[in-house]
Structure formats: C-alpha cells, structure tokens
C-alpha cells in the first residue's frame, strides 16, 4: 500500500513558475513509477509527466514539454513536478500517482497507476 501527498499548489501569474510535490508512504517507493496528471473543470483527467523508477527517464505530455521537468528523490520518498512558463490553460487539479510495473510504453495512460493522491489544485491567472 502506497499512500501519496501532494502538496505546492496555488494562484501564479502567468509566465511564473511553480514546483509541486509528492510525498509517498512506505519503504517501497523505488519500485514505482510515478506520473503527475491533471483535470480541469469539465474535462477528463490528462497524462502530464511520469518518471521511470530509478529517475533515469522522464515522459512528456506535448504539452508542457520545454516548460515542465519533473525528478523523484528516491531516499526522500518524493517526486517534483517544477512548472516553469505557466500558461492559464494549466490551471487544474495535480494528481501524483504511482505505477508498480512502470512499463515505459504505458505510462502516459492513468490506468496503470495504482495509487492516487488527492490532488492539489494550481490556478494560472492571465
């Protein structure tokens, strides 16, 4: 069992930057792959970024590629998502997940994940 907080969230103006956090429970966090996903009002939840276990490799929604980067603190139980060139079309609820089979190929779908934390909410004013 893995239990997921996010945390950072908040009103930026745009073109500013902000840098979310998830903090995971347990000794097993390296044994996952993590994605950030985001929904706004009216809309289904959407891939944004995902990180392979060790770190070594990052996926990118085409949306925010340039602008968002996203690293895991392994011994810190954490994953980052820094949002860098905020746009108000951001603005959304931030979901961290995590994914215990961490197959490269699927993890830009939310199916994969087994855990989900409660979400944080980001706000981008124009």
């Known amino acids: 069992q893995v239990q997921l907080v996010e945390s950072g969230g908040g009103l930026v103006q745009a073109g500013g930057s902000l840098r979310l956090s998830c903090a995971a429970s347990g000794r097993t966090f390296s044994r996952y792959a993590m994605g950030w996903f985001r929904q706004a009002p009216g809309k289904e939840r959407e891939f944004v970024i995902a990180i392979s276990r060790s770190g070594d490799s990052a996926y990118y929604a085409d949306s925010v590629k340039g602008r968002f980067t996203i690293s895991r603190d392994n011994a810190k139980n954490t994953v980052y998502l820094q949002m860098n060139s905020l746009k108000p079309e951001d603005t959304a609820v931030y979901y961290c997940?995590?994914?215990?089979?961490?197959?490269?190929?699927?993890?830009?779908?939310?199916?994969?994940?087994?855990?989900w934390g409660q979400g944080t909410q980001v706000t981008v004013s124009s």
């Open positions: 997940a995590a994914d215990l089979f961490g197959s490269p190929g699927r993890l830009e779908d939310l199916n994969e994940y087994e855990y």
